[in-house]
């Protein structure tokens, strides 16, 4: 809900960066709660997708690649405008598995060690696109590993499969 409240402009309306408000293509850019915006060393915003369809990486097929190169460029744009961050000082990935199941895109500072941005979870977008322009099923053949702490509910799943 937090994520729907904040693209109907419900909550955070202050907070908003940047907004493409086209509803196939656009999103919404804005820092995220870990960053109290203080200081560049560690930068962090997050761009929430307006299609609501897509949940994570999985979803994802050429069809998107407007949307995701939208993101990426208007994104970085929109950072080197407000904080004089330039694109190549950033981090720009996509979590799998996600925190919450809405399509949303990281912008972290190239030097921040955010929570989720090793390798195991982050996928750069940059290879996303890639990827996608190549296969467009590309994210739905793939096997993608990525981390669980063993307290997960999901993890709990894998162990009553004997997948662990």
Do not use: C
């Not at 080197?80 to 972290?108: A, D, E, M, N, W």
């Not at 996303?128 to 990525?146: C, G, P």
Request: proline share 5%; aromatic share 10%; hydrophobic share 40%.
């Amino acid at each position: 809900q937090w994520v729907y409240n904040i693209l109907e402009k419900k909550a955070e309306a202050d907070r908003i960066v940047h907004e493409n408000p086209d509803p196939s293509n656009g999103f919404v850019l804005v820092p995220d709660l870990k960053w109290n915006q203080n200081q560049l060393d560690d930068l962090y915003l997050i761009a929430l997708v307006h299609r609501r369809e897509i949940k994570s990486l999985r979803d994802l097929t050429a069809e998107h690649l407007p949307l995701l190169r939208n993101v990426l460029q208007e994104g970085k744009e929109a950072i080197v405008k407000r904080f004089g961050v330039p694109g190549s000082q950033l981090r720009i990935y996509l979590h799998y598995q996600p925190s919450y199941q809405h399509l949303h895109v990281h912008f972290t500072a190239l030097g921040y060690d955010a929570p989720g941005s090793s390798v195991e979870r982050a996928h750069l977008l940059a290879d996303v696109i890639d990827n996608l322009a190549m296969d467009s099923m590309y994210y739905q053949k793939r096997a993608l590993t990525f981390p669980l702490r063993a307290d997960e509910p999901l993890f709990k799943k894998f162990q009553e499969a004997g997948k662990v």
